[in-house]
């Protein structure tokens, strides 16, 4: 049992009670305070005694100084005192007043300030050239042709290069949870676990939850001791504290338990997010416990958010590749439906399309009783029994399963030619049906260790007593044979099916030419593509290598007496490591622009502007602003997305008026017969007419950098936002004296 | 009298990272900043707030390619396409090996094309070579500025 698998938490599905966010606790290589706004100490770990010789009941209500010295507090203020962001923020390396040294991450979370301090065995301030022999060379592979499992398997090995565990894996969650290794770097000495499967009860909801929204997680030793937070309850909540993003955050006991019978005595893990989903995980195992300081993990993280990226992009290009394939079919298919007059003969002329185009090995028609089949299908009467079915139980639009015999039992009979099953509907009045079938598909899956078996394995760990919750303890490879599947419908499929029908509805000629203008028009969308991944490995690429630059710097001049060189130098590297993970998130936004699905309803602009203005207050304190807003009509929208639209022009109005006191900033509308028109106005810096046609573009600016910040997506967000609801943007501007952005959207029976 | 270098680099970490690459690299050439193609423009064309400026060609332009409003390619198009600017030395220099940027570059007239190297030291060496070839060395083609006494 000295080399075993492990999941990154508990395998219960009890688990899902723990209090992960609230463990009340931390991990003991560090201490936490949580602190006023003042910088008064509210809580204190119950270890910072250790580590500073002031007992936590001592420090709460001292001021930050009296815990950890005068010096070290004094460095750090100005960056506590900042506005701090609600994920954990590099605020510098102390040297505490009994002399050790520490990395402060800091960020304002549940009302509190949460201060931690990592302990480290340097003086001088994180290394941020660790992002570099990492992120560099996986950046300049990104473009080239290589698949994704070749991308996660040299993540894995950057990552343990950069870290040193004994085992990097990448696993990719399925439809339903379950877990599959599709990458691996280890020391030999370690067991691989490559092309096996992880059960998705191993890892319960709730962390399923926390690892969308933080994104990395370390346990440096699994036998450590927690030490709680002293008082326990956060005295602005009155709640135990919201330990969500600590990085010291406690782990639950049975977890740590279940860690140390595998003898995995460290563990990290890093979420890869792709279009808002938790695609996978790369999960790091050692024997020994193993520190990992924060610049690294800061590299560890950047890095999975890079691969995310690069998965999604891929993914992407596969899907529309795929998607393109299925509508080229399908054109020709309507092109050949045009040829003679009757219907059903004309289906017959197809068939082998048809057959192609839903990937089916099979395919039958039912039209006025009479049943038409073609290649391996069931027989007739087996194909009418089917239809009673799926005429009784209404599937709507569409059915698809790929295991027919778990919902409609007489298809047990049928898995060898319809496991798997794709029937629609072709007449809502009629029993008028399009039936695919796919053949048994026989698989076997290697799990690590029985998931079926998971539950009856109390006492399992020596000594707990049975009513203790216990981690499940064996993962030798376990097969499992798949039988009554078939190959899963693609989405692309199921889509292309509805649409098929719809043509098939419409009836013919003329949409099959509208249906040619429409595989063009995804050939577009694969030009957009393109555009955006070369925006990736272009502007990621800049704020990494400023990163190392200045780290060159700042190490050359160590000895130097400038000090305020250095400090720039210093200033410079964060704010391109705030910039790259900006850019991450403001690329991966947008992305998710184009796919996620509209739900238009009426919109009242006047509360969407009303709450765009809430969430400016930050940025608008202070400033003299003159807000103009007229009573606008309603709109015909998706609200969440136009509330993002809307929320980049104002946002934008409010930047750009920085100079003006007061900045007048205007929103009006005009109520045309079938679209309504917005108009967002300012007296701000404006822009050259002459650059007009670039300023919906990504990555595009027409400012430099230091007069106006921005990573260059809001207005692409825009554009994509409004062209989504067919509606149009445009700008209009007097350089120096203002900007108008306008968009219209068509009204409700005019947008289809 | 050396010609001026005339840098064009919107990004502010960038300008800082290669004018400390230049002055390294202890070249005695005046380095003119501007920070968008149209501001390159301005200033090779002698117009605008460079109306001023003394006649005469820089020695090179060091060329960013992704700028503000006018892009380091369109500022290449127009230098090759206006007499008394063609053989300036145009050198891009670019954050991605992009196939597509330098096959461009190329069907535009750069003369060279330089992939901003990650690591710092490899990119000081990169600019002094630039520099050094671009700068002092290169003779340029005859009729060009060269000939004109730089400093009537």
């Known amino acids: ?752 | 009298m050396l010609k001026p270098i005339l840098l064009v680099e919107d990004n502010p970490n960038d300008l800082e990272l290669t004018l400390i690459a230049l002055s390294k690299s202890q070249l005695a050439n005046q380095v003119i900043i501007v920070r968008d193609g149209a501001e390159a423009l301005d200033s090779l064309h002698r117009r605008g707030e460079y109306a001023s400026r003394p006649a005469g060609n820089p020695a090179v332009v060091l060329l960013d390619l992704k700028l503000p409003k006018v892009d380091g390619l369109e500022v290449l198009r127009e230098v090759r396409s206006t007499d008394g600017l063609k053989p300036l030395p145009v050198v891009m220099l670019t954050s991605s090996k992009e196939e597509q940027d330098l096959v461009r570059s190329y069907e535009l007239g750069v003369n060279a094309y330089v992939v901003k190297p990650v690591d710092f030291t490899e990119f000081v060496r990169a600019i002094a070579d630039l520099g050094i070839f671009w700068a002092v060395l290169n003779e340029p083609p005859p009729g060009s500025q060269r000939y004109v006494k730089p400093n009537k």
């Not at chain 1, 950047?302 to 529309?320: H, Y």
């Open chain 1, 1 to 752: 049992m000295t080399q075993a698998a492990t999941v990154p938490v508990l395998d219960l599905s009890t688990c899902d009670k723990e209090p992960i966010r609230t463990p009340g606790s931390i991990q003991p290589h560090g201490f936490l305070l949580t602190l006023a706004p003042d910088l008064a100490v509210l809580q204190a770990s119950g270890n910072v005694g250790d580590w500073t010789g002031v007992a936590a009941r001592d420090a709460v209500g001292q001021p930050l100084a009296a815990v950890i010295g005068a010096a070290a507090a004094q460095r750090i203020a100005p960056e506590l005192a900042a506005d701090l962001g609600p994920r954990p923020y590099y605020a510098g390396t102390i040297t505490t007043a009994n002399g050790h040294h520490f990395d402060v991450l800091a960020h304002a979370w549940d009302g509190v300030i949460i201060a931690e301090f990592e302990a480290v065995d340097r003086a001088e301030a994180a290394d941020f050239r660790h992002l570099y022999p990492l992120i560099g060379d996986f950046l300049l592979k990104v473009n080239d042709a290589t698949g994704i499992e070749a991308l996660a398997s040299l993540a894995c090995q950057h990552i343990r290069s950069v870290t040193g565990f004994g085992r990097v894996l990448v696993y990719q969650f399925d439809a339903d949870g379950h877990g599959h290794v599709t990458a691996e770097a280890r020391d030999e000495r370690y067991h691989s676990y490559m092309g096996q499967h992880f059960p998705a009860s191993d890892i319960p909801a709730q962390a399923r939850e926390l690892y969308k929204l933080s994104r990395i997680r370390l346990i440096q030793d699994a036998t450590y001791v927690p030490a709680p937070l002293v008082p326990a309850l956060n005295p602005v909540t009155g709640r135990p504290n919201d330990l969500s993003f600590a990085a010291l955050r406690s782990v639950s006991p049975v977890h740590l338990q279940y860690m140390r019978n595998m003898n995995t005595l460290a563990s990290m893990s890093v979420s890869l997010m792709v279009k808002g989903k938790l695609w996978g995980l790369i999960s790091c195992h050692n024997e020994e416990p193993i520190p990992i300081a924060f610049e690294k993990r800061t590299a560890c993280e950047q890095l999975g958010q890079i691969l995310a990226l690069c998965i999604e992009s891929r993914e992407d290009a596969a899907d529309l590749q795929f998607r393109l394939e299925v509508r080229r079919t399908m054109v020709s298919m309507l092109a050949g439906l045009t040829q003679g007059s009757d219907f059903v003969e004309n289906l017959i002329n197809v068939f082998p399309d048809l057959l192609r185009f839903a990937r089916a090995s099979g395919a039958a028609i039912m039209v006025d009783g009479r049943v038409l089949t073609y290649g391996d299908t069931p027989e007739e009467d087996d194909v009418r029994a089917l239809v009673d079915w799926l005429t009784l139980h209404d599937h709507g639009d569409v059915f698809h399963t790929d295991k027919l015999s778990a919902q409609y039992p007489p298809a047990e009979r049928l898995t060898r030619n319809a496991s798997g099953l794709l029937a629609m509907p072709i007449s809502r009045i009629h029993k008028h049906y399009l039936l695919w079938f796919r053949p048994e598909w026989v698989h076997t899956i290697e799990w690590a260790g029985n998931p079926h078996a998971k539950a009856a394995a109390p006492g399992a760990v020596s000594g707990a007593p049975p009513t203790q919750l216990s981690p499940r303890t064996s993962f030798d490879a376990w097969r499992e044979t798949i039988h009554g599947t078939s190959q899963p419908w693609h989405q692309g499929e199921i889509e292309m099916a509805l649409e098929f029908r719809t043509a098939l509805l419409g009836i013919a000629l003329e949409r099959a030419e509208q249906m040619a203008e429409l595989a063009e028009e995804l050939g577009r969308a694969n030009k957009e593509l393109e555009a955006f991944s070369y925006s990736v490995s272009h502007d990621l690429r800049a704020p990494l290598r400023h990163i190392v630059g200045f780290a060159d710097l700042l190490l050359e001049s160590a000895g130097s007496e400038d000090a305020q060189q250095r400090q720039r130098f210093l200033k410079n590297i964060k704010e391109a490591a705030r910039l790259a993970g900006k850019l991450v998130d403001d690329l991966l936004s947008f992305s998710q622009m184009g796919r996620a699905s509209l739900r238009p309803t009426t919109v009242d602009m006047n509360d969407l502007v009303a709450s765009c203005l809430d969430k400016l207050a930050l940025e608008t304190r202070g400033r003299n602003i003159e807000w103009n807003i007229g009573t606008l009509p309603e709109a015909w929208a998706d609200p969440t997305f136009l509330h993002l639209a809307l929320f980049n022009l104002l946002a934008n109005a409010v930047k750009f008026t920085g100079q003006r006191d007061p900045a007048v900033i205007r929103v009006s509308a005009e109520d045309h017969p079938h679209e309504t028109v917005f108009h967002v106005a300012d007296n701000g810096a404006g822009f050259n007419m002459e650059y007009v046609h670039k300023l919906f573009g990504v990555f595009q600016r027409l400012h430099r950098m230091e007069d106006f910040q921005g990573t260059g997506i809001g207005l692409a967000n825009v554009r994509r936002i409004v062209e989504r609801h067919n509606g149009r943007v445009w700008a209009d501007s007097v350089q120096g004296e203002g900007a108008t952005f306008s968009f219209a959207l068509p009204k409700q029976d005019a947008s289809h």
